[in-house]
């Protein structure tokens, strides 16, 4: 399984931005798709999840802020990001979840830089 993320950049706060992430092989064959993100000298964390069924769950700092969807047609989870601040600030990671497999696949990352 290949991820490929995008759609990083520089934005100022209170910009946005949104990210994409291609799986190579079709949305039926995932449990869960997640972003996670990782700010420099801290650990990656949790952001984002959309599982098969269609349930959603945000960290709490970006409730009401982010958005993360799907279309099952292009293999891509989105992660629309509104009201970007300076904690925003990190590389986000895409990860697919397969049934019946305990490997964990990751995307490349990329860069969110939130910054006047």
């Known amino acids: 399984v290949q991820l490929q993320a995008s759609g990083g950049g520089l934005v100022q706060p209170g910009g946005s931005l949104r990210l994409s992430c291609v799986a190579s092989?079709?949305?039926?064959?995932?449990?869960?798709m997640t972003w996670y993100r990782q700010a420099p000298g801290k650990q990656r964390e949790f952001v984002a999840t959309?599982?098969?069924?269609?349930?959603?769950h945000y960290i709490d700092s970006v409730k009401g802020r982010f958005t993360i969807s799907r279309d099952d047609a292009k293999n891509t989870v989105y992660l629309q990001m509104n009201r970007l601040n300076p904690d925003d600030t990190a590389v986000y990671f895409c990860?697919?979840?397969?049934?019946?497999?305990?490997?964990?696949?990751w995307g490349q990352g990329t860069q969110v830089t939130v910054s006047s």
């Open positions: 092989i079709s949305f039926s064959s995932i449990n869960a």
């Open positions: 990860n697919a979840v397969l049934p019946y497999d305990p490997t964990d696949y």
């Open positions: 959309i599982t098969s069924g269609g349930g959603i």
